[in-house]
């Protein structure tokens, strides 16, 4: 079958030359949003583990958590080269010294062959964006943001803490030092329409983004949004909506912008809704069947009879 759209695997093996995995690594960080900076409860919906509920204890030293990383991944990996991934919480909010010892022992061993930071675009001083040109010039920086939404409301809502100019400024900034710029969203957060998404999707296509990672909402136990979905209910999408929206967001995102996510799997043991999204390769399965079902060509969709309706 054809790709329907730029995957991140077609994107490694056009760069890196083979399959490369990603290595989930925990820095041991907080967050401007837990530590009283600009809030101390985190985004809404944020886990305990700050997003990186699979990433190694940060207890172990950042070669010891390289190391476990491979061993976990080699049943399943063909290939011989990684990704550092600090994935948990914001990954340069901490003292500079610090962010230069992990993460340039992070790229030392020569099958990682670059580097993925998640953080936030108001915990990018100068002097994190210099450490960052400078790792850039050794191996590869990919910089994740999570944006989630562009709208301000749904933004307060989820606490996320800094307002989109401030997104902008940051995505300009980091491609200025040649970073690789990738952006999550979260499709489904409440009082969101399948429109305002699309329309997302659009405005992110008037940026200098390389990648977008696309996350179903999760609502996992012992967060503030599984208070607030207890109390106040709303529309979760079924897997028949989610792969639609799906869908309709690929066909409207530029073809140049690599896809590095289309779905996501919360920890089984914290998913409180939706229970489907935990069977992640049913999931994957429905989407690629309901693309097969379309005619698509070069990282666009075409549904002739049945175009998604907003």
């Not at 890196?16 to 925990?26: A, H, M, Q, R, T």
């Not at 600090?86 to 790229?107: C, D, G, K, W």
């Not at 191996?139 to 709208?151: A, C, N, R």
């Not at 912008?257 to 799997?265: A, E, F, L």
């Amino acid at each position: 079958m054809k790709q329907r759209y730029y995957t991140l695997n077609q994107y490694f093996q056009e760069r890196f030359g083979e399959k490369v995995y990603k290595i989930s690594l925990n820095g041991g960080m907080t967050c401007p949003n837990r530590d009283g900076t600009c809030g101390n409860r985190g985004c809404i919906f944020c886990s305990e583990g700050g997003s990186g509920d699979f990433a190694s204890s940060a207890t172990l030293s950042i070669k010891e958590q390289i190391k476990e990383g491979k061993l976990r991944l080699h049943q399943k990996q063909t290939g011989q080269k990684f990704i550092a991934y600090f994935q948990a919480f914001t990954n340069t909010y901490a003292p500079i010294s610090y962010l230069r010892h992990i993460f340039y022992e992070a790229i030392k061993p020569d099958d990682i062959v670059g580097i993925s930071i998640g953080t936030r675009p108001d915990c990018l001083s100068k002097e994190v964006l210099t450490l960052l040109q400078e790792l850039n010039e050794i191996k590869p920086v990919f910089v994740e943001l999570g944006l989630q939404t562009i709208y301000e409301q749904t933004a307060t809502f989820i606490r996320r803490g800094y307002e989109l100019p401030c997104f902008e400024e940051a995505v300009y900034h980091l491609k200025e030092i040649g970073c690789n710029v990738v952006v999550h969203m979260i499709l489904g957060l409440p009082n969101e329409t399948n429109a305002m998404i699309i329309n997302e999707m659009r405005y992110l296509n008037t940026l200098p983004i390389d990648g977008i990672k696309l996350h179903l909402l999760h609502i996992l136990k012992n967060t503030d949004l599984a208070i607030y979905y207890e109390k106040h209910p709303f529309h979760i999408y079924t897997l028949e909506e989610y792969t639609d929206l799906i869908l309709a967001c690929i066909n409207e995102l530029r073809p140049d912008i690599v896809i590095h996510r289309i779905t996501g799997d919360g920890p089984k043991n914290l998913l409180i809704a939706p229970l489907w999204s935990g069977h992640k390769k049913l999931v994957l399965n429905t989407i690629h069947h309901q693309m097969k079902e379309q005619d698509c060509y070069q990282g666009k969709l075409y549904n002739k009879e049945n175009h998604f309706s907003l």
